[in-house]
């Protein structure tokens, strides 16, 4: 079974969607199985992260700002794919870091998520995007 | 077929439990098929490292505490999810870089690792814990 | 079903093989289902990425070449498994960065790639090597 979910977002950082997976899966009627999300895009990420403090979301994101700067910045002059702006590269080099694709296994129709497990993408662009995660469930 | 792996752990570092895994797969009957592990838990990874020489794990574990230091350390004051502990945000960093779920195809009832491929649980928290890792076998 | 990738690789860099396993998936047989890679090494790794602009490739290999330098290099001093070569700590650090496995749904007979994305093999070793990359397809 497969479905397509399509996530809006306004800039960079992290977007849950766990409810919608789990209302798929559970509208499934897939009991015991394995689920799998891909992102179709190079320059997002998929990511299981705490939803409980909202810092957690906030402090991921400065750090990978850090550790990637944008490609205006001068510790990123060595950097030649710039013409698509200075978060582009950037977005990449995180998109290579962070997963592409995670696999879940399902239980009583339910993804076994740890207690405080969310499902984001994490949009590594500045412009508003419309991003495409591929699920399948099996 | 689904099973739970309980890991306990010491603090930092890495964990291997690839026997376990061999163990349960050879018991399954499954003989071709895909193999899937999910740690439910935001504070530790899945790794699959070489397994020959020790050292090797010694300085994975040496080069990500050096890029993501305690959050006590005066290069991370930006991080605000600190009362959790100095070592909580920093782990909750490295499990977004390092993997949360992986998949091994499975041939004559055996994981295809490569000769010297191990299967680990790195924590990330210095308190010990009880790892759980969810299996899945189709 | 099954089926080895074996991908010579030429020094560190990226190495593109999405025809080839789209070849696979298209001749097998299976419309819909769910494609697993597998790298069976812990010194390369798997990953999908941009490719319409080859910069993109170099930037990649740019920023991890600099974010994980040589053994040799004066801030890794701290590394001790250091006797197969400058370049082999540093891959196996990069193997824990990047993917080791990669999970793609499969539609109408053909991986659900976005546009740009490619599937290519990261060689983090300086020398030739042949690299095996098990699939499984279901």
Same mark, same amino acid.
């Given at each position: 079974?497969?479905?397509?979910?399509?996530?809006?977002?306004?800039?960079?950082?992290?977007?849950?969607?766990?409810?919608?997976?789990?209302?798929?899966? #559970?509208?499934?009627? @897939?009991?015991?199985? &394995?689920?799998?999300? /891909?992102? =179709?895009?190079?320059?997002? !990420?998929?990511?299981?992260?705490?939803? #409980?403090?909202?810092? @957690?979301?906030?402090? &991921?994101?400065?750090? /990978?700002? =850090?550790?990637?700067?944008? !490609?205006?910045?001068?510790?990123?002059?060595?950097?030649?794919?710039?013409?698509?702006?200075?978060?582009?590269?950037?977005?990449?080099?995180?998109?290579?870091?962070?997963?592409?694709?995670?696999?879940?296994?399902?239980?009583?129709?339910?993804?076994?998520?740890?207690?405080?497990?969310?499902?984001?993408?994490?949009?590594?662009?500045?412009?508003?995007?419309?991003?495409?995660?591929?699920?399948?469930?099996?």
């Amino acid at each position: 079974m497969q479905h397509d979910f399509s996530i809006p977002t306004r800039g960079q950082g992290l977007y849950e969607f766990t409810r919608d997976v789990q209302a798929w899966v #559970a509208a499934s009627g @897939v009991r015991d199985g &394995l689920l799998t999300l /891909f992102v =179709r895009h190079t320059s997002c !990420s998929l990511l299981i992260q705490e939803n #409980a403090d909202p810092e @957690v979301q906030g402090d &991921l994101h400065a750090f /990978f700002a =850090r550790l990637v700067p944008p !490609s205006s910045d001068p510790s990123m002059t060595y950097l030649r794919h710039t013409y698509e702006g200075p978060d582009d590269m950037p977005a990449h080099i995180k998109a290579a870091m962070m997963p592409v694709s995670l696999s879940v296994p399902v239980r009583s129709g339910a993804p076994v998520l740890g207690t405080w497990q969310g499902i984001y993408l994490f949009e590594h662009r500045d412009a508003p995007h419309q991003r495409k995660v591929a699920a399948h469930l099996s």
